[in-house]
């Protein structure tokens, strides 16, 4: 199994869009590459942590790649936009890579190229090494699961698109 640490915005929708992609095995929402130790939803909601929701996606690598990951990301976010995404602004809500390994490195800068050439304004998602990621509370895990009529600032059709999306055969 592999991971990779992704910030698009509100991590609900971000972790119920992940969940619907053959090849990922598993998601935790939570907050990353902040300056605070074990922060609390109400803490992050402040802005004044430095962390990102963000969402833990793990994933077998024999099913789907990190390069076809990312590009779904893409799919996913406004690239753009700085600290906001839909109707959600604040620097919790920035976008973010967060890689673990250096090998993921070419393989993120290679996908934000090609992004980058479709776009005429910058990418405003940030690539870091992955600092630290603390769980969030257990009732923001799988929150769009346990509330399908709750908040989510993607729409619908996308989570549909994304279950049908079909990575790469290995």
């Known amino acids: 199994m592999k991971e990779i640490y992704l910030a698009g915005g509100c991590f609900w929708g971000t972790e ?92 993120i800068k290679k996908v934000f190229a090609e992004q980058q050439a479709l776009l005429t304004e910058p990418i405003a998602v940030e690539v870091e090494p992955l600092r630290c990621f603390y769980s969030a509370e257990d009732y923001h895990q799988d929150y769009l699961d346990k509330n399908p009529d709750g908040y989510c600032h993607l729409p619908l059709e996308l989570f549909a698109f994304a279950k049908k999306a079909k990575p790469k055969a290995k």
């Open 16 to 107: 119920h869009f992940f969940k619907q992609i053959e090849g990922v095995t598993n998601t935790e929402v939570g907050f990353a590459n902040g300056n605070t130790e074990n922060p609390t939803y109400k803490e992050v909601y402040t802005d004044t942590t430095g962390h990102s929701e963000t969402v833990h996606v793990v994933y077998d690598e024999k099913k789907v790649d990190l390069e076809f990951l990312l590009n779904m990301f893409f799919k996913a976010i406004e690239p753009t936009s700085l600290n906001r995404q839909g109707h959600d602004e604040g620097t919790r809500y920035r976008t973010g890579v967060y890689y673990t390994t250096d090998e993921q490195l070419p393989i």
